[in-house]
């Protein structure tokens, strides 16, 4: 194959002054990170609370949990991308959404890019939770309602720490993938590791350093990711249960 390899571009200075394309490698891991961790943060916090409002007896929390978990899920992520970066700010008040339009614009495209990150992600978390509580065998709910808890102290302190040892394996996926699906954000000019990667192609005309070092970057992730996860897992399983010894 005639092609011209070139480890050592990653040296070299960058177009812009400002540092070598090393640098601009490591600053899109490091944007990939971020956003990555603060939009799973909102994932999970937001899908653990939407999961209990699908199984709960009350059918009007539980209507609109499920209302939220079919929109969210059922948008394309691209789409939802668009809407919360072009769409959200001309339905926000005028002074806010021009605030938001003057920002700084990594700022206007990591907050948009951490939400829909966020929201989309948290869709499925919540059906992970949900299937982790209806698991779970029911005598264990009246039990707990037996010994004079109420509903909310029920799931506190006997459904939800059962049902999220259960649905750890499922959770460590749903991680894995927004740290993937933070390169759809490169769409809005986030420059995130994918993107950083394109634009070295274009200013050096070298794809297969380029990619390659953006291979390893995510293989790197999430390795680390399955191996921190692996050990929650084992820390928390329970005897008997999925995964249980």
């Known amino acids: 194959m005639a092609y011209n390899w070139n480890w050592e571009v990653f040296l ?10 090393f640098d601009w490698m490591v600053y899109g891991f490091k944007t ?17 609370l939407v999961g209990v409002l699908r199984t709960v007896p009350n059918k009007l929390l539980s209507g609109i949990a499920a209302a939220y978990v079919e929109v969210f899920r059922n948008i394309p992520l691209l789409v939802q991308l668009f809407l919360w970066y072009f769409v959200l700010p001309e339905l926000l008040p005028t002074e806010l959404g021009n605030a938001f339009k003057q920002s ?7 907050l948009s890019s951490m939400l829909c990150l966020g929201l989309f992600t948290s869709a499925r978390v919540a059906e992970q939770v949900r299937s982790g509580i209806e698991s779970l065998p029911r005598g264990q709910k009246n039990a707990g309602l037996a010994i004079g808890f109420t509903l909310p102290q029920t799931y506190r302190y006997v459904l939800l720490p059962m049902a999220f040892r259960l649905v750890v394996p499922p959770l460590t996926s749903e991680f894995l993938n927004i740290f993937k699906n933070s390169a759809v954000c490169s769409t809005i000019g986030l420059l995130e590791l994918a993107a950083q990667g394109r634009q070295l192609v274009d200013y050096t005309a070298q794809p297969y350093e380029s990619f390659i070092a953006v291979t390893l970057a995510y293989v790197v992730i999430n390795v680390t990711v399955m191996v921190l996860m692996r050990r929650v897992e084992a820390r928390v399983r329970v005897p008997g249960f999925i995964g249980g010894k």
């Open 104 to 110: 700084n614009p990594f700022v206007q495209q990591f």
């Open 32 to 48: 990939t990170i971020g956003l990555s961790l603060t939009a799973w943060l909102i994932a999970l916090l937001l899908g653990a």
């Open 12 to 21: 070299q200075p960058s177009a812009t002054g400002s540092g070598t394309y």
